[in-house]
């Protein structure tokens, strides 16, 4: 079965500054999209950004972008000029594109806005 | 358009007690799910269905069960709450293009 670790259950990061999360995934696929969602205190989950396993580009979204290095399973999301608004818990999700029709979920990185 | 919703979003229980919790999605979504989300425990399938008239077991399915009725709606039935299954539970859809998920607004279930 696919898994999902997110190491870091907790980070913390000044206004303005950078913070990069950590996710990596196991997967016998070739074929796959990775996600990041963030879940505001609301209960609200929210695509953040998403990453399809054939693009060697990685993805960005304004301030979201993603390190996603196929080889060693690894697909971490660095927000820049952090703002108070991105205080939520982010998790990180790996769905096959071939077989199943299964979402897999990190168990989600705490993030702390510091103004 | 509403996109995902569940109902109800808040509810108490008391052990033994049966209830059901409905979902429903307008964006003609083949791929439906139900997860459940404790702490430190990131969401876990409970079930899911690939179109309508499926279904299949995830990674906790025990105590629970679910009706796709029709391509729109697919509930998820506990039995017999216990106190272990105090939770919040999330609905979610696919859509077959981009792979992504859209999540309703969560049950918060407590079973006392």
């Known amino acids: 079965a696919q898994t999902v670790t997110q190491s870091q259950p907790e980070m913390s990061v000044q206004e303005a500054e950078t913070v990069t999360l950590s996710c990596t995934y196991d997967t016998s696929e070739s074929d796959y999209y990775l996600f990041w969602y963030k879940q505001p205190p609301s209960r609200q989950m929210i695509l953040v950004i998403r990453q399809e396993a054939y693009k060697q580009q990685n993805a960005t979204e304004n301030r979201f972008s993603v390190n996603f290095q196929k080889a060693a399973k690894s697909f971490s999301l660095k927000i820049s000029d952090s703002q108070l608004g991105d205080a939520a818990m982010y998790f990180c999700?790996?769905?096959?594109?071939?077989?199943?029709?299964?979402?897999?979920f990190g168990t989600g990185t705490s993030l702390t806005v510091i103004p | 358009n509403a996109g995902v919703t569940q109902t109800p979003k808040f509810q108490v229980l008391k052990t033994g007690q049966s209830m059901t919790l409905q979902c429903a999605q307008d964006?003609?979504?083949?791929?439906m799910y139900w997860y459940r989300q404790d702490p430190g425990m990131g969401l876990r399938l409970i079930y899911y269905s690939a179109s309508e008239g499926t279904t299949d077991k995830g990674e906790v399915p025990n105590g629970y069960n679910v009706s796709r009725l029709n391509k729109r709606e697919f509930s998820l039935r506990l039995e017999s709450a216990a106190p272990s299954q105090t939770s919040v539970y999330f609905c979610?859809?696919?859509?077959?293009?981009?792979?992504?998920?859209?999540f309703g607004q969560g049950t918060r279930l407590t079973v006392v």
């Open positions: 999700a790996y769905r096959a594109t071939n077989t199943g029709n299964q979402f897999y």
């Open positions: 964006m003609n979504h083949n791929s």
């Open positions: 979610a859809s696919s859509e077959a293009s981009s792979f992504r998920a859209f």
